[in-house]
């Protein structure tokens, strides 16, 4: 099951980062460029781009208790114990990329409260965009391209 867990994680990264760079170009592209906001496209793709990370996260969460670098690092190890490579595996990447699912479902929940364009392109635009440097700044970027 680990396996299976990690191999859909890490490819539904891919996805997942690809969306929300999408929709974080999209709401500054709209905000910037003073557009009405279209319930069709900008709606869209800033809903599946935090779907998507909240599957993500859904995922992560089970890999963090079934995977041997998660939780059981911790508890083998230690904190203390823990090499810079598997502190990030166990503690950095899963608690900031829940940090920064929180700013985009915050980005999500403010854009509702907003009639004007500009204002949803902005809300969706700042958070979404501060959870996207969270997420890039705490991705295993060695066990990527290995």
């Known amino acids: 099951m680990y396996e299976i867990v990690q191999v859909l994680h890490s490819y539904l990264a891919y996805v997942v980062l690809l969306i929300l760079i999408l929709a974080v170009f999209n709401a500054l592209s709209g905000w ?52 810079a490579q598997a502190r990030l595996l166990a503690l950095e990447h899963p608690v900031i990329n829940i940090v920064a699912i929180v700013f985009i479902t915050i980005g999500w929940s403010r854009h509702k409260k907003f009639v004007e364009g500009d204002k949803k392109f902005k809300s969706i635009a700042i958070f979404y965009g501060l959870g996207l440097v969270l997420l890039l700044s705490r991705i295993p970027w060695n066990a990527w391209f290995n």
Do not use: C
């Not at 990370?53 to 190890?77: C, D, E, M, R, W």
């Open 32 to 83: 910037m460029g003073k557009r009405i906001f279209n319930m069709e496209k900008d709606l869209r793709l800033s809903l599946f781009a935090l779907i998507l990370s909240h599957i993500q996260l859904l995922v992560g969460l089970i890999l963090y208790f079934v995977s041997p670098s998660g939780l059981n690092a911790i508890k083998t190890l230690g904190m203390g114990g823990l090499n």
